[in-house]
């Protein structure tokens, strides 16, 4: 009998959670998560959780990362699967795909999250290698058409406050960057036009606080700092919750 009420209880609890997991979005914003180079988008994860828990319907992008038409594409398909108006968030070199990408009349807003964000008639590669005191990110040689962070020195790179055990996985498993994506000039650039908030990071190794900063301040961002690595989607996701909600309440 006793074993009988526990199935029970536990059947009861596995209804409330999918009954929970199938609540409705009540927020009047959708999300699109755009992740960037040489990871995938299971970054976002901690984020995701927090947001969709606020009532949020967040829609999240895998991007190939092998050219930035591709990518633009991808996340193109998934806004229009948005039911609500889109506030779209990139991290790194998801900021060029959103900066592409964001020009849909559904997008009501940018949040570039350690990112980049060209200019028209502009790569990544031309902001990626601007002059910074900071120095660059530690890339190996193109091979095949492709580019990898050293995987010796990913974590302290990349990812130096996330758990040390995931920065090492993720030196592994990387996804290599195409140069089509990273040398391809864009033809549009969404932030000229929407509003946009940028979360910089201070502690960033990837992309320069110097070539963050001068990258903020041209497309007039609403700018909070943050002591963090490039990866603070993994070691701040609260924070970073917390600053596309608020960018999410200026959304029309």
């Known amino acids: 009998m006793k074993h009988l009420l526990i199935g029970a209880l536990m059947a009861i609890a596995a209804v409330s959670a999918s009954e929970a997991q199938a609540k409705p979005p009540t927020q009047p914003v959708s999300i699109v998560l755009v992740h960037g180079a040489f990871v995938d988008a299971s970054g976002w994860k901690a984020v995701y959780d927090i947001l969709t828990q606020d009532g949020y319907e967040v829609l999240v992008v895998q991007n190939p990362t092998i050219t930035l038409d591709g990518d633009v594409a991808a996340t193109r398909r998934i806004i229009a699967t948005a039911t609500k108006p889109v506030l779209l968030v990139g991290h790194s070199y998801g900021g060029a795909v959103i900066t592409e990408a964001g020009a849909d009349p559904k997008v ?11 200019d ?4 990544v590669f031309e902001l990626a290698t601007r002059p910074a005191p900071e ?7 193109p091979s095949d ?6 995987p010796v020195k990913f974590p302290s790179a ?4 996330a ?3 995931l920065a090492r996985f993720m030196a592994a498993a990387q996804i290599p960057w195409g140069l ?7 033809t549009t650039a969404a932030w000229k036009d929407k509003p946009v908030s940028w979360m910089l990071t201070t502690e960033d190794h990837m992309v320069p606080p110097s070539i963050q900063r001068f990258m903020a301040a041209r497309t007039k961002a609403n700018i909070v700092e943050i002591k963090s690595s490039h990866a603070v989607m993994l070691s701040h996701p609260r924070e970073v919750a917390a600053f596309v909600e608020k960018a999410a309440a200026g959304v029309k």
Do not use: N, R
Not at 108 to 118: F, M, N
Not at 120 to 123: A, I, K, M, Y
Not at 158 to 161: K, M, T, V
Not at 180 to 186: I, S, Y
């Open 120 to 123: 028209v008639g502009e790569s």
């Open 180 to 186: 089509a994506a990273v040398q391809t000039k864009l």
């Open 135 to 141: 120095g660059g990110p530690p890339l190996l040689p």
């Open 145 to 150: 058409g492709f580019i990898i962070v050293d």
């Open 158 to 161: 990349f990812a130096p406050d």
């Open 108 to 118: 009501g807003g940018l949040v570039y999250i350690a990112a980049l964000a060209p």
């Open 163 to 165: 758990d040390p055990s």
